[in-house]
């Protein structure tokens, strides 16, 4: 079967998929149906141990000069657009609620600008996952293969933490 990321190695797809997992997960916590799901301290709490991991990682793979510089560009970058995000999807909620209050709201113009903010979201996210990947890019083989180690454990952790909470319901 030949699809469009045949061209690519099973090692690179999984790195790309790993780092932008905690991009997408903020993404997700984020948007109106994910802040629903989980609470602000939830939220706090699964961004802090995502950040303590981000952590040992980046002490694990004992970057040089190049490569430690592109880690806090994409770091520091990721840091201020999950900030600029939360900051415009609070001013939105307001605003949503705001027009929706009022009868005879024009729900197709509301959902045209959240539709508008969450493409806006998905190019910053796109920006951020690119940043990741020119650090990426950058490892040497032995630290990429620590980083496929480390994202590997976090996607079997996660397979764990969905299986438990599948009984749940």
């Known amino acids: 079967m030949n699809t469009r990321f045949s061209k690519f190695s099973p090692r690179i797809i999984v790195a790309a998929v790993a780092l932008s997992l905690g991009l997408a997960a903020t993404a997700f916590a984020m948007s109106p149906r994910g802040a629903e799901q989980c609470g602000a301290g939830m939220h706090a709490s699964r961004m802090d141990h995502g950040m303590k991991g981000m952590s040992r990682l980046h002490d694990d793979l004992k970057l040089d000069a190049k490569q430690e510089a592109l880690w806090k560009e994409a770091e520091k970058a ?75 454990s976090k996607l079997e952790g996660k397979d764990r933490h969905n299986q438990r909470g599948a009984g749940r319901g």
């Open 78 to 152: 990721g840091q201020d657009n999950r900030s600029t995000l939360r900051d415009r999807f609070s001013k939105q909620r307001e605003e949503t609620l705001s027009m929706i209050d009022k009868p005879g709201a024009d729900l197709r113009a509301v959902l045209k600008r959240m539709d508008e903010l969450r493409a806006e979201g998905q190019k910053q996210h796109q920006a951020d996952r690119d940043r990741w990947l020119t650090v990426y890019d950058s490892l040497n083989a032995e630290q990429k293969e620590k980083a496929r180690l480390f994202f590997k």
